[in-house]
C-alpha cells in the first residue's frame, strides 16, 4: 500500500484544490466576491491558504490556454488596532503589495460621519432629523460616529432613564443635559459590561460558562456538560436570554451577538475564578475520550481546549493526569499534521510537553520524544527554522541512542536544505548516515565513481526485472532511513556535490539488493540508471534500469512518488531513446500532477526543466515566454532560489530571440542585476546553476551566429566539468561542434579546431545510434559544416540538405531555420546568389513561425524580412 502522503504534501495539495475551487465556480460572466471577516483573529494555515489563491504561489500550469483567467475579487476586513507592525497578517499583506499580479486596495472604514449619525438616530427613533439633531451631536461627539458605539450608547441611555417613551406624546424623549454631562465608556465593551452586570446571578454564570467557548458554542456540547450537576441548566437559562441582545440562537450553536459581547461577559470571571472553570468544564468533557481510540470530531479538541486554558499548574498536580493530557494533546497534534493545519497543530503540542513539565523526559520519556518529534515536524511545516532546530536539539541533548532522534534529524536535514541552507543540510546528512552505518569517503574521483559504478552493473547483470519485483521488503530499520536521507538529499546534492549522486545511487541499489526494497529504492535504481548513461556511456542498459525504477513505485503502490519519477526520468534519461518532444510534454505532465499532489519542489523542478526542452526542441516561443513567465512568477513566490536564477537567464534569452525588451534580473532583483551577478555569486557554489546559465548564454549566441563568444563560453561551462548527465550537456557538443567547424574557417585554419569539431561529430553518430529523432538532423549539420570545412562541397551540400529534412520531420524548426541559414551562408561561400538567397528566405520563414522576431532584427536579415 501506499505510505502516508508528507504533510507539507497534503498542505499544498489542499491550497491546489482550493484555487481549483475557486477558479470553477468564478468566470468572466460570474466572477466570485470572497469576504472574510476579522482576518486579525486568523491564524497562520488560514492567511497561508488565502494567500496561495491571491497570489497564485501554486502557478496554472494545469490550465489550458484556452481556459478563462481567475476571476474573483478577496475583500477583507480587520482591525487595525489589533493589528500590529509584527502581526502576521500585515507579513501577507506586505507580501500582496510587492505581487505584480495582485492589484490591492486598502480602504480605512472610519466611523460615521456627523450627517450619519443624525440619519442614523433619527431612523432608529423614528422623528425627523430637526427634532433629534441635538442628541445627535452630543452622541456623535462622544461615539466618534462608531455605528456599534452609538447603538449601545443608545440602548444604555434607555436603560438608564435618560431617554424613554412617552406614551403621552407618542414619541421617544430624552434628558439632553444629563446626556450632555454623562461621561462615556472609553469603548463599546465598557459599555456592553455595564449591560451584562445587570443580568441575574444565574444568567450571568451562563453566560461566562458559553463565554469560555469563545464567541459560540455548539448545544450539543453544553449537552454533555450540562450531564453534570455543575453546569445542569445552562442551555436553559442561555434560551431565556435569548431576546435580551446578548445571546443569540443559530442552527444549533449559541452565539454572542458580537465578539465585544463575548469579551464583555469573558472579562467579566474573575481572573482567580477563570482557570478553574476551564479547568472544570474540560475534566467534564475530556472523561470519555481515550488516546488509543481517538475521536475524529471537533468535540475532543474542544475540551483538550478548554483543560489547556486552565494555565495554572495547581490543577495538574497529579502525573497520570498530566501524562493522559499530554498525550491527548499528541494525538490532537498528530491528527491537525495529518490534515495541513500545522499552525494549530503546534499549539497542541506545546501544550502537551508544558503538561509533562520541566521533567518529563525523566517521568515519560516516550511520550516527551514523541511531542518533540512532532512539534519539531510542525515547526518544519510551519516554516519555522529556529524553532526546528530547537526541538531537534532538545532530543539530541536528552538521547543517546541515534535511532531515537534519527526521524527528528531527518526533519531538520530538510528544513535546513529547504530554507537555503543545503550545505549544513549536506553535512548533516553525511553525519546521519554514518551514524547508521553508512561511511562514504571525504573526497570522490572520476575513478572512485568509474568503479563503483561498473561494480553495481556487474552486480546487476545477475539480476532480472522480475527478480526486483519479488524481491524481499526491507525491514532494517537503519537501513530504511539511510536510504530516505540519501534520496532527500539528492536533490542539495545536485546543486552542491553532484559527485555523490552516482555514489548515492549505487548504495542505495547495494542495501536494496542485499537487505531488501522499500518504496524508496527507486531513487537510487534510477540515479545509478541516470549515471550509467551519462558516465559510462550505456545508454541501453540505463535506459533499462530506469524503467525498472518506475516499476518499484507500482510494487509499492507509491502513487504520490511518479510526478517525481517522471520528472526525473524524463528530465535525465528519456530523451537518449525517445523523442524529445515527447519528454518535454511528459515534463509539462509531470509538473501538473506535482501540484495535484502538493510536491512543490518537484513542481518547481518539472517545469524548470519542461521550459528548457521546449526551448531545445523548437516549440513556439510565445507560447514558452508565457510558460517561463507563469514558472518565475512561482519560483519567486516559493522563494526557490536555485531554480529562479537559471529560469531568469532563460528567460532573458527567450526575452532576446523574440524581441522583448524587458530585463527579467531588473524587475525581480535589486541584488542581481544580470547574469555576470549570478555567475560571480554561485561559481563556487552551484557549479550546475553556473553552467545553465552559461548555456543559456551560448544558445542564444549560436543562434545571433557569435561562434567566437559560443567558443569563449563554452570553455567556461566546461571548467565546471565535462559530464554529459544533462540535455545541456548534449546540445552543447552540438554547438561546439557548429562553432569550431566556423572558427576553422575564419581564423587561419588552425587545425585544433577541425579536431573540436570532429570530436563532436562523433559523439552525436553516437547518439543517433539511440536516438536518431533527436539526433540525426544535428549529426547531418556537423557533418554538413566539416565538409564544408574541408572543401568537400558536393558532399556538404546533400548533407545540408539531409539535416534540413530531417529536421523538419522531427518538427525541430529553430534546427530546420539554422540549417537553412549555414547553407545559405555555404552557396554565398560558391557565389550561388540566387540560392543562397532563397534558402535565406526560407530560413527567416522558419524563424518567424518559431517567433523569433527579435532575432530577425539582427543586421544579417537587413532588407530581407
Not at 536539539?393 to 541552507?421: C, N, P, Y
Not at 510494487?555 to 524529445?580: D, H, M, Q, T, Y
Not at 546553476?689 to 551566429?705: D, E, H, S
Not at 540535455?727 to 585554419?749: E, I, K, N, S, Y
Request: glycine residues 6%.
Amino acid at each position: 500500500e501506499d505510505d502516508s502522503i508528507p504533510a507539507d504534501t497534503i498542505k499544498h495539495r489542499l491550497h491546489y484544490f482550493f484555487e481549483r475551487l475557486i477558479h470553477a465556480i468564478s468566470s468572466p460572466e460570474r466572477p466570485v466576491l470572497l469576504f472574510l471577516d476579522d482576518l486579525q483573529w486568523a491564524d497562520n494555515a488560514s492567511l497561508d491558504l488565502i494567500s496561495s489563491f491571491v497570489m497564485k504561489s501554486h502557478f496554472n500550469v494545469m490550465e489550458d490556454e484556452n481556459m478563462h483567467p481567475h476571476c474573483f475579487v478577496v475583500a477583507g476586513t480587520y482591525r487595525s488596532n489589533e493589528v500590529d507592525d509584527d502581526h502576521l497578517l500585515l507579513a501577507h499583506i506586505r507580501d500582496f503589495m510587492s505581487a505584480d499580479a495582485v492589484r490591492l486596495t486598502h480602504i480605512n472604514v472610519s466611523g460615521v460621519d456627523g450627517e450619519g449619525t443624525k440619519a442614523m438616530i433619527s431612523y432608529a427613533l423614528q422623528l425627523p432629523i430637526r427634532l433629534t439633531r441635538e442628541l445627535s451631536e452630543i452622541v456623535h461627539a462622544k461615539t466618534l460616529g462608531n455605528p456599534l458605539f452609538i447603538k449601545e450608547f443608545l440602548n444604555s441611555l434607555q436603560a438608564e432613564g435618560l431617554m424613554y417613551y412617552s406614551q403621552k406624546e407618542k414619541r421617544w424623549l430624552w434628558d439632553i443635559e444629563s446626556i450632555s454631562t454623562r461621561p462615556v465608556d472609553d469603548d463599546v465593551a465598557a459599555i456592553m459590561t455595564r449591560k451584562v452586570l445587570r443580568m441575574p446571578p444565574d444568567v450571568l454564570y451562563a453566560l461566562s460558562v458559553a463565554a469560555c467557548f469563545g464567541r459560540r458554542v455548539d448545544e450539543n456540547i453544553l449537552k454533555v456538560l450540562c450531564s453534570s450537576d455543575q453546569f445542569g441548566g445552562v442551555i436553559e437559562i442561555l434560551q431565556r436570554v435569548e431576546t435580551d441582545g446578548i445571546i443569540q440562537k443559530q442552527g444549533t450553536y449559541f452565539v454572542f451577538a458580537h465578539d465585544l459581547v463575548h469579551q464583555a461577559v469573558y472579562d467579566l470571571i474573575d481572573v482567580d475564578e477563570v482557570g478553574e472553570l476551564h479547568y472544570n468544564i474540560g475534566l467534564q468533557l475530556v472523561k470519555d475520550i481515550s488516546p488509543s481510540n481517538f475521536p475524529t470530531g471537533k468535540e475532543s479538541f474542544v475540551a483538550i481546549d478548554q483543560i489547556n486554558k486552565a494555565s495554572s499548574s495547581v490543577y495538574f498536580t497529579d502525573l497520570s493526569f498530566r501524562n493522559h493530557l499530554a498525550t491527548l494533546n499528541l494525538k490532537a497534534g498528530e491528527r491537525l499534521i495529518e490534515t495541513a493545519e500545522s499552525s494549530s497543530a503546534l499549539v497542541y503540542l506545546q501544550h502537551g510537553i508544558r503538561h509533562l513539565g520541566r521533567d518529563g523526559w525523566e517521568e515519560n520519556y516516550e511520550l516527551c520524544l514523541k511531542l518533540y518529534e512532532s512539534a519539531c515536524q510542525a515547526c518544519y511545516l510551519n516554516g519555522f527554522v529556529n524553532r526546528v532546530v530547537f526541538y531537534a536539539e532538545e532530543i539530541d541533548k536528552h538521547t543517546t541512542d541515534f535511532m531515537r532522534r534519527v526521524k527528528a534529524v531527518w526533519i531538520l536535514i530538510q528544513t535546513l536544505g529547504s530554507s537555503g541552507k543545503p550545505e549544513m543540510a549536506i553535512e548533516k546528512a553525511f553525519s546521519a548516515l554514518r551514524e547508521l552505518g553508512e561511511e562514504f569517503p571525504e573526497g570522490v574521483t572520476e575513478a572512485d565513481i568509474f568503479s563503483t559504478l561498473s561494480s553495481t552493473k556487474a552486480l546487476l547483470s545477475t539480476y532480472t526485472k522480475e527478480m526486483i519485483l519479488n524481491a524481499p521488503k526491507l525491514r532494517d530499520e537503519r537501513k530504511q532511513w539511510a536510504i530516505k536521507i540519501m534520496d532527500n538529499i539528492s536533490p542539495f546534492l545536485f546543486q552542491i556535490n553532484p559527485v555523490y549522486l552516482p555514489i548515492f545511487g549505487c548504495r542505495t541499489v547495494h542495501i536494496s539488493l542485499s537487505h531488501g526494497f522499500c518504496r524508496d529504492s527507486w531513487f537510487g535504481f534510477l540515479s545509478y540508471a541516470h549515471s550509467v548513461v551519462s558516465i559510462l556511456a550505456d545508454i541501453d542498459e540505463g535506459y533499462r534500469w530506469a524503467k525498472i525504477a518506475g516499476f518499484i513505485i507500482d510494487r509499492f503502490n507509491a502513487k504520490s512518488l511518479l510526478p517525481r519519477f517522471k520528472c526525473v526520468i524524463n528530465g535525465g534519461v528519456n530523451f537518449w531513446k525517445e523523442p524529445l518532444q515527447s519528454t518535454a510534454s511528459a515534463l509539462t505532465e509531470s509538473s501538473k500532477e506535482a501540484i495535484a499532489i502538493g510536491d512543490v519542489e518537484y513542481v518547481m523542478y518539472g517545469s524548470s526543466l519542461s521550459c528548457v526542452q521546449n526551448l531545445l526542441c523548437g516549440n513556439k516561443l510565445s507560447t514558452l515566454e508565457k510558460d517561463i513567465a507563469v514558472t518565475v512568477s512561482g519560483m519567486v513566490r516559493m522563494n526557490q532560489a536555485y531554480f529562479l536564477f537559471s529560469q531568469l537567464s532563460l528567460q532573458k534569452a527567450v526575452y532576446t530571440l523574440t524581441g522583448i525588451k524587458n530585463d527579467p534580473f531588473e524587475i525581480k532583483f535589486a541584488s542581481m542585476k544580470n547574469e555576470t551577478d549570478v555567475i560571480s555569486a554561485f561559481s563556487a557554489t552551484r557549479p550546475f546553476l553556473v553552467q545553465g546559465v552559461y548555456f543559456n548564454i551560448i544558445f542564444t549566441a549560436v543562434l545571433f551566429r557569435r561562434f567566437d563568444e559560443v567558443s569563449e563560453v563554452a570553455e567556461k561551462y566546461l571548467s565546471f566539468g565535462q559530464q554529459k548527465s544533462r540535455l545541456q550537456d548534449l546540445f552543447l557538443v552540438f554547438f561546439q561542434g557548429l562553432a569550431a567547424f566556423h572558427m576553422f574557417r575564419h581564423q587561419g585554419r588552425d587545425t585544433k579546431w577541425l579536431r573540436i569539431g570532429e570530436s563532436s561529430m562523433r559523439q552525436l553518430q553516437l547518439w543517433a545510434g539511440h536516438s536518431s529523432w533527436n539526433f540525426d538532423n544535428k549529426f547531418f549539420l556537423l557533418e554538413a559544416e566539416s565538409h564544408f570545412s574541408k572543401g568537400e562541397y558536393d558532399r556538404a551540400e546533400m548533407k545540408y540538405l539531409s539535416a534540413i529534412k530531417s529536421s523538419r520531420t522531427h518538427r525541430f524548426l529553430h534546427e530546420e531555420g539554422l540549417s537553412l541559414e549555414l547553407l545559405s551562408s555555404f552557396y554565398e561561400a560558391c557565389e550561388r546568389e540566387d540560392d543562397q538567397r532563397n534558402h535565406l528566405s526560407r530560413a527567416i520563414q522558419c524563424y518567424k513561425e518559431w517567433g523569433a522576431l527579435g532575432l530577425l532584427n539582427d543586421s544579417r536579415f537587413a532588407g530581407l524580412v
